[in-house]
């Protein structure tokens, strides 16, 4: 979390980290914030975050250290390891369609009161593993899984607006919300979606159930976070920003 302080009448501000723009939204006059994330790939080193207003500038450094992941070996259908070529178009269309919805964030919160688990259950696969699938390296692990039983109901980690509420190809039937400020959580690999595309949710609303689709060794529920265009723990976005342990009834 970056807090920003200047006059009261400052009208501008702006702010970069780790090599990208952060939204800054004001919580009072001469008072700005804003939750910048470090991705996954950011190299171990000390970074400036740097706030830029009417009258001047101000910056911090902020040291990221390096941290080992673990490895996990998986067996899954090797369609969802190298692709057949009929599936390529499907893919690429999905890859652009998030990188549209990502593109069109919400510059202001849209959550409410703290970030809550969308499921009660406890998470078995950490952030940042190193996967392997059927004996070949794929891109590190981008969420956090938590290992709930199919069915298991879903809850919104907060209040925001529903982005995606679709059938991916690796993901599975797959929610995005933006819950504004840059801040996105993807729950994926769902057996039922409970929500649609551009309706608002509130906190721990039920947005679908968990389920085995998509790219998956049995059902969990895979839960993503981005901030500012970084991938970050959701289990340090909880620890920020959150509250209770389990999500509202």
């Given at each position: 979390m970056v807090s920003i302080t200047g006059s009261p009448d400052t009208t501008r501000v702006a702010l970069q980290a780790f090599g990208r723009p952060v939204p800054v939204h004001q919580?009072?006059?001469?008072a700005w914030r804003a939750v910048a994330g470090i991705d996954l790939d950011n190299k171990p080193a000390?970074?400036?975050v740097k706030a830029t207003l009417d009258r001047g500038t101000a910056s911090k450094r902020v040291?990221?250290?390096s941290r080992a992941f673990p490895v996990r070996r998986l067996t899954v259908n090797p369609d969802f390891v190298n692709p057949p070529p009929e599936v390529a178009a499907r893919i690429a269309a999905e890859s652009r369609f998030i990188e549209q919805v990502y593109a069109a964030a919400a510059t202001e919160p849209l959550w409410q009161a703290a970030f809550v688990r969308p499921v009660p259950?406890?998470?078995n696969s950490r952030f940042g593993t190193r996967s392997v699938f059927n004996g070949e390296s794929r891109s590190p692990h981008g969420g956090t899984d938590f290992l709930s039983p199919a069915g298991t109901p879903v809850h919104a980690p907060n209040?925001?607006?529903v982005v995606a509420a679709r059938d991916l190809y690796f993901s599975g039937e797959t929610v995005m919300i933006d819950h504004g400020a840059g801040v996105f959580s993807q729950l994926a690999h769902l057996s039922r979606i409970d929500v649609r595309e551009?309706?608002?949710v509130q906190p721990g609303q039920v947005?679908?159930?968990v389920g085995a689709t998509g790219?998956?060794?049995?059902?969990?529920l895979h839960w993503a976070v981005r901030v500012s265009g970084a991938r970050v723990d959701a289990l340090s976005l909880l620890a920020l920003l959150g509250g209770a342990s389990t999500p509202a009834p």
């Open positions: 919580v009072a006059a001469g000390e970074y400036e040291v990221v250290v259950h406890q998470a209040a925001g607006r551009g309706e608002t947005v679908g159930q790219r998956v060794t049995g059902p969990h």
